[in-house]
């Protein structure tokens, strides 16, 4: 299930399009996609992922395992709400910026979807 919604221009004077998926493991997704206006770059957050109950350095050393592996989609934590947040950072098209910020959300949810992406996840919970 796929909705999205345009959010406007946020304080950065970067347009922002909030874009939300759920499937059976995910209640929802959401992925705010930040298009700057001051740069070529298109940079896409999906904060409060997940809330984790496991220790903080089962969590930081399982975040740090999957930042290795998937090199471009980044995981970071808020230790001050245990939350987990998804992140992808790009160059922008100047010709195609739909096709690039797409294919950035792609490229996310299908680290999301990765078996052992999902098993290091819902260790954390």
């Not at 499937?23 to 700057?36: P, Q």
Request: aromatic letters at 12%; glycine letters at 4%; proline letters at 2%.
């Amino acid at each position: 299930d796929l909705k999205y919604s345009y959010k406007g221009i946020d304080d950065d004077t970067d347009e922002n399009i909030r874009v939300s998926f759920s499937d059976d493991d995910y209640d929802s997704i959401v992925l705010n996609v930040f298009f700057s206006k001051d740069s070529d770059a298109v940079y896409i957050r999906g904060w409060n992922l997940l809330t984790a109950s496991a220790g903080t350095n089962y969590v930081l050393s399982t975040l740090n395992q999957l930042n290795h592996q998937y090199k471009y989609v980044k995981f970071t934590f808020d230790e001050s709400d245990n939350t987990v947040y998804v992140q992808m950072d790009g160059y922008l098209s100047p010709d195609h910026p739909g096709d690039v910020a797409y294919r950035m959300m792609n490229a996310i949810l299908g680290v999301l979807d990765a078996d052992d992406c999902r098993q290091a996840l819902k260790s954390l919970i």
